[in-house]
């Protein structure tokens, strides 16, 4: 497993304050507003204990490297991995499983014998 893309880092580029919220958005693959809302609701119920945190989190945290993602598919692949890792691995081993089925179909239909596809080929001899 890829410990890059599978560890927590603070967000400056989508942060507002210190990023820890957008990186808790980005490392669970929930809506940046929600974790938000989410951490200003805790803050207010945990009497400052949270905010504690938050700053802790700000000041020891990474950033997150630039170029982390190619594409926003594999940022959301990358966030299934975080989230659930077998769930994953179930959800690559059965899109390994179709393109095997889906390959022997196309094996067996070129490899079987097929009369017109040989009649084409004859024609052009």
Known sequence: MNSL????YKDKANGKFM???AGIADYTGIDILWARIGMLVLMWLSGGVVFMAYLALGILAENKPSGMY?????EKFWQGVRQSPSR???EVRADFRDID??????EAYYVSSNPRLSDEIEKLR
């Open 101 to 106: 089925r889906r390959l022997a179909a196309v």
């Open 19 to 21: 990023g820890v919220c």
């Open 70 to 74: 190619a594409d926003r598919r594999e």
């Open 5 to 8: 893309r599978t560890k927590f």
């Open 88 to 90: 994953t691995a179930r």
